[in-house]
Every structure is written in structure tokens, then in C-alpha cells.
């Protein structure tokens, strides 16, 4: 069947937009427990360390920016824009203090030490 005109691209374009404001579809993040930190990683691609907000507080990490917009019409649109958020919730507290963040290649990552308290201790057993 031969379409003149492309069927449901209104519809596509909605789904498109929705997707792009719900933060879980936005930013894709990996999340490694190791000994003494976490550590974050998620593409961002485009992006510069300025179009990035990253607040940390207690065990919460929170991460926003913004892709830029583009006008006109697409034939296929599959790249991010607009506004992203993305909220995590990790396991112990970290030090915002220690914190860093890092961005190379497109691709973000967040060093997060866990606060003393709750890393691992080491116990030593006495033999009598």
C-alpha cells in the first residue's frame, strides 16, 4: 500500500516528547558498589561539564541538564532534547565534600566515597 501522506506522526511526535521529559527514559545511569565508593557512569552525549547540575546530599544524587532544541521537521528523530532530571537513591550516605565528577568522550563519571561510617570495617579476631 502507497501512503501520500505518513499516518500517525502526531502521534509519534507526542510519544517522542513524553519520553524525552520522563527523566528514567532520559539519562541511563551504571551504578558500581565498590569497597570504599560508588561510582556513576552515564552517557551524556553533546553535553559540556557547564550544561550539567549535579547536587549530592546524604545518600541522593541528583542529575539535570539540558540537550539543545532543534526547529523543523525531522523524517526520523531519535537524538535527546530538552530538560532531563534523573534522581538517585543509594544504598549508604557519600561525601559530597569528596565528591568528583568527570566527563570525557560524552561520557560522565561520578566518584561518590561513602562517608566512614558506613564503609566496612575490618575486625581482627584474638586467639586465646
Known sequence: MTYYIRPYTHRQNIMRRRIAENNAYALRVDIRDEDDSFVLTTAVPGLK?????????????????????SDG??????LP?????????????VDADKAEAKIKN?????SLPKVESTRPKQIKILAK
Open 81 to 93: 532534547e530538552g530538560k532531563f532530571m534523573r534522581t538517585l537513591r543509594l544504598p549508604s550516605e
Open 106 to 110: 560524552g561520557i560522565l563519571t561520578l
Open 49 to 69: 561539564a557547564e550544561d550539567l547540575n549535579i547536587q549530592v546530599l546524604e545518600n541522593v544524587v541528583r542529575i539535570e541538564g539540558e540537550y539543545a532544541t
Open 73 to 78: 521537521e525531522h523524517l526520523l528523530r531519535e
